[in-house]
């Protein structure tokens, strides 16, 4: 294959790259009263990458470069959504940056090279391709942690991703190494075709799964591994928490349907137990501990562990339906959560962080419009019918139980159960507490953040109600027959 024609499918990621390193440039000569330009065209920058993508889009599977970058109906499907997460994440934090004075162009220039890495990740048909894109995700990921340097709590934050990811990343290619080893390839396809065949081999491939699947479950946050993420939800500026609570989830399935497809080979049947234990434990520490959470941030960091079981639930079945179940709830997640954070920054009036449960008293009678979407955000994430999130449950509960994993399905909907109770209680604060008058919280003078909130809100509901495209179309691209 000529060079030009490996180049051909990797278009939105070449423009992606140069693009940004255009708007690093430009910005050297904004000054801090004009940063609005930058942040426009980063916007722009968002805006033709994805319209790149749903013009090349047509379904068909391309291998490039020796199968080191492969361009499929998932793959685009999930870059779609990365970008319009990550081009919602630039709108919600505008103002909240302006406060406090980090409204600078570092803010958009590592978000896209964040999405740049997402992208690679999802595309990975090589090990070494894998590792690239995590690795270009999580670099940015741990700066945009540390942006604002005046504050203690996200610097240790920053500290704690960093130290932490770094073990998540030694293990993960320690186990890299061992399917090396075990197979003689870095490529996916060859060692899932070479897998069943290992012989004496065959130990030293089951070890470098583990290894695998642990750092696949670091980068969720799943339970036993999520010990980095309440820390670094709560002490990372709330514009940067929404940034990297949502976009990042759909990279990071993305990497594990890879892996576990490709790189785990033909061990599927021993790596499903291994993944359905994982989505217990989250399920179990993320709903038990969010109870218990008084801080916003802090509870919807546990609420993600929780939604990281469930996500688990769809890659518990390790077939068509499964993963596009996964990935359905992998979306679904990602607008509810960049909602969910963008609710505590439409209460960060004059730079106050309202971050605390306390500060939603009677938001619902002081605002009655702003309150109503934060219940159409909270009920989508309990997984209310009809709202947007009961689908998604509902989907990978499906796929759990079609599966051959009732068990599991069992227990995912008494977690549901127990986990409806934290997101009610926001609801009862806004609609039944008293107004809390010494309270510095209120609402942010923002009309695109409000007009963004209330379309991504709402939206909760109307996909709710019309959920058959999206769930046709995610199942579409795993070859699964609707």
């Given at each position: 294959?000529?060079?030009?024609?490996?180049?051909?499918?990797?278009?939105?990621?070449?423009?992606?790259?140069?693009?940004?390193?255009?708007?690093?440039?430009?910005?050297?000569?904004?000054?801090?009263?004009?940063r609005?330009?930058?942040?426009?065209?980063?916007?722009?920058?968002?805006?033709?990458?994805?319209?790149?993508?749903?013009?090349?889009s047509?379904?068909?599977?391309?291998?490039?470069?020796?199968?080191?970058?492969?361009?499929?109906?998932?793959?685009?499907?999930?870059?779609?959504?990365?970008?319009?997460?990550?081009?919602?994440?630039?709108?919600?934090?505008?103002?909240?940056?302006?406060?406090?004075?980090?409204?600078?162009?570092?803010?958009?220039?590592?978000?896209?090279?964040?999405?740049?890495?997402m992208?690679?990740?999802?595309s990975?048909g090589?090990?070494?391709?894998?590792?690239?894109?995590?690795?270009?995700?999580?670099?940015?990921?741990?700066?945009?942690?540390?942006m604002?340097?005046?504050?203690?709590?996200?610097?240790?934050?920053?500290?704690?991703?960093?130290?932490?990811?770094?073990?998540?990343?030694?293990?993960?290619?320690?186990?890299?190494?061992?399917?090396?080893?075990?197979?003689?390839?870095?490529?996916?396809?060859?060692?899932?075709a070479?897998?069943?065949?290992?012989?004496?081999?065959?130990?030293?491939?089951?070890?470098?799964?583990?290894?695998?699947?642990?750092?696949?479950?670091?980068?969720?946050?799943?339970?036993?591994?999520?010990m980095?993420?309440?820390?670094?939800y709560?002490?990372?500026?709330?514009?940067?928490?929404?940034?990297?609570?949502?976009?990042?989830?759909?990279?990071?399935?993305?990497?594990?349907w890879?892996?576990?497809e490709?790189?785990?080979?033909?061990?599927?049947?021993?790596?499903?137990?291994?993944?359905?234990?994982?989505?217990?434990?989250?399920?179990?520490?993320?709903?038990?501990?969010?109870?218990?959470q008084?801080?916003?941030?802090?509870?919807?960091?546990?609420?993600?562990?929780?939604?990281?079981?469930?996500?688990f639930?769809?890659?518990?079945?390790?077939?068509?339906?499964?993963?596009a179940?996964?990935?359905?709830?992998?979306?679904?997640?990602?607008?509810?959560?960049?909602?969910a954070?963008?609710t505590?920054?439409?209460?960060?009036?004059?730079?106050y962080?309202?971050?605390?449960?306390?500060?939603?008293?009677?938001?619902?009678?002081?605002?009655?419009?702003?309150?109503?979407?934060?219940?159409?955000?909270?009920?989508?994430l309990?997984?209310?019918?009809?709202?947007?999130?009961?689908?998604?449950?509902?989907?990978?509960?499906?796929?759990?139980?079609?599966?051959?994993?009732?068990?599991?399905?069992?227990?995912?909907?008494?977690?549901?159960?127990?986990g409806?109770?934290?997101?009610?209680?926001?609801?009862?604060?806004?609609?039944?507490?008293?107004?809390?008058?010494?309270?510095k919280?209120?609402?942010?003078?923002?009309?695109?953040?409000?007009?963004?909130?209330?379309?991504?809100?709402?939206?909760?509901?109307?996909?709710?109600?019309?959920?058959?495209?999206?769930?046709?179309?995610?199942?579409?691209?795993?070859?699964?027959?609707?």
């Amino acid at each position: 294959m000529s060079i030009t024609n490996n180049l051909m499918p990797m278009v939105p990621e070449l423009f992606l790259l140069g693009a940004t390193f255009a708007l690093l440039l430009i910005d050297l000569f904004v000054t801090q009263a004009r940063r609005g330009l930058t942040h426009f065209l980063a916007l722009v920058v968002v805006i033709v990458t994805l319209t790149l993508i749903l013009r090349g889009s047509d379904g068909v599977a391309v291998s490039t470069f020796g199968g080191m970058f492969l361009k499929d109906a998932p793959s685009d499907i999930l870059k779609a959504f990365i970008l319009i997460t990550t081009g919602a994440a630039f709108i919600y934090a505008k103002q909240y940056l302006v406060d406090r004075g980090l409204f600078q162009g570092e803010f958009h220039v590592l978000c896209l090279f964040a999405a740049l890495g997402m992208m690679i990740l999802v595309s990975a048909g090589n090990l070494v391709t894998v590792y690239l894109g995590l690795e270009l995700l999580a670099l940015s990921s741990y700066a945009l942690v540390a942006m604002s340097r005046d504050s203690a709590v996200a610097s240790e934050a920053a500290m704690k991703y960093f130290v932490l990811g770094a073990m998540a990343s030694g293990m993960l290619l320690y186990g890299m190494s061992m399917i090396y080893g075990a197979t003689g390839s870095l490529d996916l396809a060859t060692i899932h075709a070479a897998s069943p065949d290992l012989g004496e081999n065959r130990m030293l491939m089951m070890f470098g799964v583990v290894f695998l699947i642990v750092g696949i479950a670091f980068k969720f946050g799943a339970a036993p591994f999520h010990m980095w993420l309440p820390d670094v939800y709560q002490g990372a500026p709330t514009a940067i928490t929404l940034f990297i609570g949502s976009a990042p989830k759909l990279a990071a399935f993305g990497m594990a349907w890879r892996l576990l497809e490709g790189g785990a080979g033909d061990f599927d049947a021993w790596w499903r137990d291994i993944i359905a234990w994982l989505a217990v434990a989250s399920l179990a520490v993320g709903n038990v501990i969010a109870i218990a959470q008084t801080n916003m941030k802090r509870m919807l960091a546990y609420s993600t562990i929780s939604h990281v079981g469930f996500l688990f639930l769809g890659l518990s079945n390790p077939s068509s339906v499964g993963y596009a179940a996964a990935m359905f709830y992998a979306i679904t997640y990602a607008l509810m959560s960049a909602g969910a954070f963008a609710t505590v920054i439409l209460l960060s009036r004059n730079g106050y962080e309202a971050e605390q449960i306390s500060d939603y008293a009677g938001l619902a009678r002081k605002h009655p419009w702003q309150g109503f979407l934060v219940l159409l955000l909270m009920a989508s994430l309990a997984g209310l019918p009809p709202m947007f999130g009961f689908w998604a449950k509902l989907a990978v509960l499906q796929a759990a139980v079609a599966g051959g994993m009732l068990w599991l399905a069992i227990v995912g909907v008494l977690f549901a159960v127990i986990g409806a109770y934290y997101y009610l209680r926001i609801i009862k604060v806004m609609y039944f507490d008293p107004v809390d008058d010494s309270s510095k919280a209120g609402l942010i003078n923002d009309p695109q953040l409000r007009l963004l909130l209330s379309v991504n809100a709402l939206l909760m509901l109307v996909l709710g109600l019309f959920s058959g495209p999206l769930i046709a179309w995610c199942q579409s691209a795993f070859g699964v027959s609707s």
